[in-house]
């Protein structure tokens, strides 16, 4: 069986999803793309040597009679639509980050899939795939570092883009924290903090960076994470849960130990491409599973949802310089 897919935004993510349901994964087939960007879709589909329909609409790409599932790529504030015409023509499709750019977008597509009456919906949140992220949780699942009492973490990247602004540092960064720290200690938040340390140099003027947030649990864990969106030496995640027995950290990458030049050192990767490439197979195959079984899981439209409940507040927290609430519906049993 082949699930025949369409992808519409077909940028850096579009392009390199296209690319591994086309050469590296099975089940899947990019039949459709759509790009806001007619040249960019040409351009990918000629050099992934698809053989697929460029659609002037996304919105006519999810309604074509032979397109199974949808891909969301293209940029955050185009996603809501997306997914609700897709949710209304009841096929799966998968979203990525962030599923909406507001809590409020999220739960409407929340409301539809749980009136549609099944799971349609997968969100990116690649890093419940990566196998280091996997062993912390099985670490605090077995309880092999007792109860998490506080996790220190970081997000970097080596540079941004000059429209890169402060909010972004939530609502594009450390979303993905928002998302795997929840699923990690299976909890969710009860408020955000966002401090300021000395700001780097290599930023542009608009954009405070780097930023400390600052999390509280509805258990009470406490988390800091560093987000330095221009730290120059490399794509570097970290997260450490502290326990009540032990601690567990994310494994690092693997890479060479090298001996040269009177130095002992490993390199450190540059890309968010690089980093998670593994993540991002094993989620879209995932996807493409979950679409032959008529059972797609992962990363649910609720859990879209918390991150961005999480994420508006802590954008607050960004301006108030206070500690903001987090609060958030009711979870409908439908994602029990
Ligand atoms: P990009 O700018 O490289 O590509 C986005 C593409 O979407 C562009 O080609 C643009 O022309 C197109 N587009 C914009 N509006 C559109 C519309 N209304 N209809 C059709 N096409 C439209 O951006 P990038 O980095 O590929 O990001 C795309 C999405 O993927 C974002 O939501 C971003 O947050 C997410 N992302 C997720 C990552 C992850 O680690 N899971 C990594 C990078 C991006
Ligand atoms: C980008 O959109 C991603 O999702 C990357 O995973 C993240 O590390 C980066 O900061 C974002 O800009």
């Not at 938040?189 to 954009?207: A, C």
């Given at each position: 069986m082949t699930i025949n897919i369409g992808v519409i935004g077909t940028g850096a993510i579009g392009e390199d999803h296209a690319r591994r349901i086309t050469q590296t994964l099975s089940g899947g087939k990019i039949v459709a793309v759509n790009d806001v960007n007619q040249e960019q879709a040409r351009a990918v589909v000629d050099r992934l040597g698809l053989d697929a329909k460029v659609y002037e609409s996304g919105l006519d790409l999810i309604k074509a009679s032979d397109v199974d599932a949808i891909l969301v790529c293209s940029?955050?504030?185009?996603?809501?639509?997306?997914?609700?015409?897709?949710?209304?023509?009841?096929?799966?499709?998968?979203?990525?980050?962030?599923?909406?750019?507001?809590?409020?977008?999220?739960?409407?597509?929340?409301?539809?899939?749980?009136?549609?009456?099944?799971?349609?919906?997968?969100?990116?949140?690649?890093r419940r795939?990566?196998?280091?992220?996997?062993?912390?949780?099985?670490?605090?699942?077995?309880?092999?570092?007792?109860e998490p009492l506080m996790m220190h973490c970081a997000h970097r990247n080596p540079t941004v883009p000059d429209r890169y602004v402060t909010s972004m540092a939530i609502?594009?960064?450390?979303?993905?924290?928002?998302?795997?720290?929840?699923?990690?200690?299976?909890?969710?938040?009860?408020?955000?903090?966002?401090?300021?340390?000395?700001?780097?140099?290599?930023?542009?003027?608009?954009?405070?960076?780097?930023?400390?947030?600052?999390?509280?649990?509805?258990?009470?864990?406490?988390?800091?994470?560093?987000?330095?969106?221009?730290?120059?030496?490399?794509?570097?995640?970290?997260?450490?849960?502290?326990?009540?027995?032990?601690?567990?950290?994310?494994?690092?990458?693997?890479?060479?130990?090298?001996?040269?030049?009177?130095?002992?050192?490993?390199?450190?990767?540059?890309?968010?491409?690089?980093?998670?490439?593994?993540?991002?197979?094993?989620?879209?195959?995932?996807?493409?599973?979950?679409?032959?079984?008529?059972?797609?899981?992962?990363p649910s439209s609720w859990d879209g949802y918390a991150a961005a409940v999480a994420a508006d507040a802590a954008v607050a927290a960004q301006e108030s310089g206070q500690v903001e609430a987090v609060v958030m519906v009711e979870r409908p049993a439908f994602y029990n």
């Open positions: 940029w955050g504030p185009t996603h809501e639509e997306f997914v609700l015409a897709a949710v209304a023509a009841g096929k799966y499709v998968f979203c990525e980050k962030p599923l909406a750019v507001t809590a409020e977008g999220c739960l409407n597509i929340v409301k539809a899939e749980v009136a549609a009456g099944k799971r349609l919906v997968q969100v990116g949140f690649m795939y990566d196998k280091g992220y996997q062993m912390l949780k099985q670490a605090i699942d077995s309880n092999e570092i007792g609502v594009d960064t450390a979303i993905h924290e928002l998302d795997a720290l929840r699923w990690l200690l299976d909890d969710d938040y009860k408020s955000m903090q966002v401090v300021y340390p000395r700001r780097t140099k290599n930023r542009f003027e608009h954009l405070a960076d780097p930023q400390i947030l600052l999390i509280e649990t509805l258990k009470g864990v406490r988390i800091d994470l560093e987000i330095f969106v221009n730290c120059q030496y490399g794509y570097d995640i970290q997260c450490s849960v502290v326990g009540e027995e032990g601690i567990a950290n994310l494994p690092e990458p693997q890479s060479l130990l090298m001996r040269k030049g009177a130095k002992l050192y490993n390199e450190v990767l540059m890309d968010w491409k690089d980093r998670f490439i593994e993540s991002y197979d094993i989620e879209l195959q995932d996807f493409i599973r979950g679409c032959e079984n008529d059972a797609v899981g992962g």
